[in-house]
């Protein structure tokens, strides 16, 4: 009944920038808080960026002052501005999301299915 779908990957220079976006669809009440995440290719997916549903947002360090989340409460979307791209920004990035459907008064988390990020030499 909720989706994510996560679009703006793509193929990237070094320094470059991309924008990533996640939209949520469906039966959907609310969105709580919502996350990046991102998993390189043989590694366990980690935590890149979180923002609230009040808009607070904090990131890891490796990519502060880089990244920037945000979202649009109106769209059930959120973005990850991401500049001054490394090589080791390469992986696959993942939207996770606390929604509660609606009609319903639980949270359920949700994932979508990725976008990827690669760069080219």
């Known amino acids: 009944q909720v989706q994510l779908v996560e679009s703006g990957g793509g193929l990237v220079q070094p320094g470059g920038s991309l924008r990533l976006s996640c939209a949520a669809s469906g039966s959907i009440g609310s969105i709580n808080s919502v996350a990046w995440y991102r998993q390189a290719p043989g590694k366990q997916r980690d935590l890149v960026a979180t923002?609230?549903?009040?808009?607070?947002?904090n990131y890891v360090d490796s990519v502060k002052g880089r990244f920037s989340i945000s979202r649009d409460n109106a769209k059930n979307t959120v973005y990850l501005q991401m500049n001054s791209l490394k090589p080791e920004d390469t992986a696959d990035y993942y939207c996770?999301?606390?929604?509660?459907?609606?009609?319903?008064?639980?949270?359920?988390?949700?994932w979508g299915r990725g976008t990827q990020v690669t760069f080219s030499s």
């Open positions: 923002i609230t549903r009040g808009g607070t947002t």
């Open positions: 996770n999301a606390n929604i509660r459907t609606s009609g319903s008064p639980y949270y359920s988390t949700y």
